[in-house]
């Protein structure tokens, strides 16, 4: 969209005062933990070879294209045997060097594990693991230390009920938590214990059991790397509610298809999640399992992926084929760096959002429609997922404001019935007539930019990250439009930039049905 002018202040407002909130809150009060502002980014993996050379081609090949990448994950198998915290280094021959590469590139490590502890492995170098003795002889197993099979061979998760067991656990993890590893997928074993089995509570449920489990890594994350994260599940088909809305500072509703049918169910999964109020749940971009993405769903699956909490593209589904844009063309290819670049465009805002859930509740994904698939990202942005090969989708703007859209400019009423066509690398998107966005740039580094979409009075008040962590200054934007004055109240020294969206063309009529 054009810009009326641009405006840009320098304001010298001596010492920041504003201190970051504490990770940790009371459970009672339901309100999710704040995300890491690098968290809402790009974040890429393999499931294919997993060894070094996998991990550094799937990187490079995005950095060497333009489309940034914020993390790698290192997924299973990656150990000597599962969870003995050993690098397989046949696999991995110098991970210390790999990490650091990694880190070079502005790219941080995350380490797949789940909690057990075998004694019989698939695809690792040994089968039985060093510590599996241990943890039956100290019972610090759950199930009565009784091994059960599970997707990646048989044996003793960890009872993490039990603190002795957990202050075991975290010496283990002690190994491999370092410099350039910023935090976990931590997958779902539990779910193959038994519905019920003793723990060190007494006969536990599994659904209850495993809160214990994310808890547990959470806050060794957290307490070792404030600015770490574990990518959990929050709501999932497979298991319900997993992770505790208090301690999940990234939800991964994963494990479908590539196909329209699994990028459909995930929606389901990442809008009930949001419901339930996790606040910074992300999309598993083209899905994990077959079949594969062709090109439109891969494209589809990237622009909803990036009005959620953050793109996680990865799975053995084709990770070195489907999964990467630019096999699939350059229109494919272009349609994801914009998705990438938008997404990370926005981590103010979303950073902001979420911070606010962690102090009142509530969840960065808001208004979710299943039925049409739309939702609003925040309070002030909104989309409609295609889900299909029909690119001609009718749907409903929020029944609240006046509605801009972005590509075209045009102004529209509150609960609008749209009807267009959208060509593969556009899809419905619109912004809140009188919404300030706060955003970033890479053409304006270090400034602090706020997008104005202008409708009379207007003020927001924002929480914005001091860095790439969970710190944050809290600033107050206004702007009149009849004076065409910006007024801000800040905490902080900064350059900040307002950027004054053209005023938009209305639209006409209830309905409106065009081709873009």
Same mark, same amino acid.
């Given at each position: 969209?054009? &810009?009326?002018?641009?405006?840009?202040?320098?304001?010298?407002?001596?010492?920041s005062?504003c201190?970051?909130?504490?990770?940790? =809150?009371?459970?009672?009060?339901?309100?999710?933990?704040?995300?890491?502002?690098?968290?809402?980014g790009? =974040?890429?993996?393999?499931?294919?070879? /997993?060894?070094? &050379?996998?991990a550094?081609?799937?990187?490079?090949?995005y950095?060497?294209?333009?489309i940034?990448?914020?993390?790698?994950?290192?997924?299973?198998p990656?150990c000597?045997?599962y /969870?003995?915290?050993?690098?397989?280094?046949?696999?991995y021959?110098?991970?210390?060097?790999?990490?650091k590469g990694?880190?070079?590139k502005?790219v941080?490590?995350?380490?797949?594990? %789940?909690?057990?502890?075998?004694?019989k492995?698939? +695809?690792t170098?040994?089968?039985?693991?060093?510590a599996?003795?241990?943890?039956?002889?100290?019972?610090?197993g759950a $199930?009565?230390?009784?091994?059960?099979d599970?997707?990646?061979g048989?044996?003793?998760?960890?009872?993490?009920?039990?603190?002795?067991?957990?202050?075991?656990?975290?010496? &283990?993890?002690?190994k491999?938590?370092t410099?350039?590893?910023?935090?976990?997928?931590?997958? $779902?074993?539990?779910?193959?214990?038994?519905p019920?089995?003793?723990?060190s509570?007494?006969?536990?449920?599994?659904? +209850?059991?495993?809160?214990?489990?994310y808890d547990?890594?959470f806050?060794?994350?957290?307490?070792?790397?404030?600015?770490?994260?574990?990518?959990a599940?929050p709501?999932?088909?497979q298991?319900?509610l997993?992770?505790?809305?208090?301690?999940?500072n990234?939800g991964?509703?994963?494990? @479908?298809?590539?196909?329209w049918?699994?990028?459909?169910?995930?929606i389901n999964?990442?809008y009930?999640s949001?419901?339930?109020?996790y606040?910074?749940?992300?999309c598993?971009?083209g899905?994990?399992f077959?079949?594969?993405s /062709?090109?439109?769903?891969?494209?589809?699956?990237?622009?909803?992926?990036? !009005? %959620?909490?953050?793109?996680?593209?990865?799975?053995?589904?084709?990770?070195?084929?489907?999964?990467?844009?630019w096999?699939?063309?350059?229109?494919?290819?272009?349609?994801?760096?914009?998705?990438? /670049?938008?997404?990370?465009s926005?981590?103010?805002?979303? @950073?902001?959002t979420v911070?606010?859930?962690?102090?009142?509740g509530?969840?960065?994904?808001?208004?979710?429609?299943l039925?049409?698939?739309?939702?609003?990202l925040g309070?002030?942005?909104?989309?409609?997922?295609?889900?299909?090969?029909?690119n001609?989708? %009718?749907?409903?703007l929020?029944?609240?404001?006046?509605?801009?859209?972005?590509?075209?400019g045009?102004s529209?009423q509150?609960?609008?019935?749209?009807?267009?066509?959208?060509?593969?690398g556009?899809?419905?998107?619109?912004?809140?007539?009188?919404?300030i966005?706060? !955003?970033?740039?890479?053409?304006?580094?270090?400034?602090?930019i706020?997008?104005i979409?202008?409708?009379?009075?207007?003020?927001?008040?924002?929480h914005?990250?001091?860095?790439d962590?969970i710190?944050?200054?809290?600033?107050?934007?206004s702007y009149? &439009?009849?004076?065409?004055?910006v007024?801000?109240?800040?905490?902080?020294?900064a350059?900040f930039?307002?950027?004054i969206?053209?005023?938009?063309v209305?639209a006409?009529?209830?309905? =409106?049905?065009k081709?873009?």
């Open positions: 969209m054009k &810009q009326l002018f641009v405006l840009t202040l320098s304001l010298l407002l001596g010492a005062v201190m970051s909130q504490p990770v940790s =809150i009371n459970p009672r009060t339901m309100c999710p933990p704040i995300t890491p502002a690098w968290a809402f790009h =974040i890429v993996w393999e499931d294919s070879i /997993n060894t070094t &050379q996998g550094e081609r799937i990187v490079n090949e950095l060497e294209r333009g940034p990448v914020d993390a790698i994950i290192i997924d299973s990656w000597t045997a /969870n003995d915290f050993k690098w397989d280094t046949q696999r021959a110098d991970p210390a060097s790999m990490i990694f880190m070079q502005g941080r490590t995350i380490l797949w594990l %789940t909690g057990f502890v075998n004694e492995c698939k +695809d170098p040994s089968q039985r693991s060093a599996f003795d241990e943890v039956g002889r100290n019972n610090y $199930n009565s230390n009784r091994s059960v599970w997707w990646k048989k044996g003793i998760h960890i009872d993490f009920t039990n603190e002795d067991a957990v202050a075991w656990w975290y010496s &283990q993890l002690d491999v938590f410099e350039g590893v910023y935090g976990w997928k931590v997958d $779902n074993g539990d779910t193959y214990l038994p019920f089995f003793d723990t509570k007494g006969t536990m449920a599994n659904k +209850d059991f495993c809160h214990y489990y547990a890594m806050d060794y994350t957290v307490k070792n790397r404030t600015d770490g994260i574990t990518i599940r709501y999932s088909f298991g319900g997993e992770s505790n809305i208090e301690k999940n990234m991964w509703c994963g494990d @479908f298809s590539g196909s049918d699994g990028l459909c169910r995930q999964d990442i009930r949001s419901r339930y109020g606040a910074a749940v992300a598993e971009v899905g994990f077959f079949p594969k /062709n090109a439109a769903q891969l494209a589809r699956y990237a622009q909803f992926g990036c !009005m %959620t909490a953050c793109m996680i593209n990865g799975g053995e589904n084709g990770p070195f084929s489907a999964h990467l844009p096999n699939h063309g350059t229109e494919v290819e272009e349609t994801y760096r914009w998705c990438v /670049n938008w997404l990370k926005l981590v103010p805002y979303k @950073f902001s911070v606010d859930a962690h102090l009142h509530g969840s960065l994904i808001k208004g979710t429609n039925e049409e698939r739309s939702h609003l309070n002030d942005i909104f989309t409609k997922a295609i889900t299909s090969d029909n001609k989708v %009718t749907y409903h929020p029944d609240d404001g006046a509605w801009v859209d972005y590509w075209t045009e529209f509150a609960g609008t019935e749209v009807t267009r066509e959208y060509p593969l556009k899809f419905p998107l619109f912004i809140r007539s009188g919404s966005i706060p !955003m970033t740039d890479p053409s304006m580094p270090g400034k602090r706020f997008r979409y202008p409708n009379g009075k207007t003020s927001r008040r924002f914005l990250p001091k860095g962590g710190e944050y200054f809290d600033c107050t934007v009149d &439009q009849r004076k065409g004055r007024t801000l109240d800040a905490d902080v020294s350059d930039v307002f950027i969206e053209k005023k938009s209305p006409t009529g209830k309905h =409106i049905e081709r873009i």
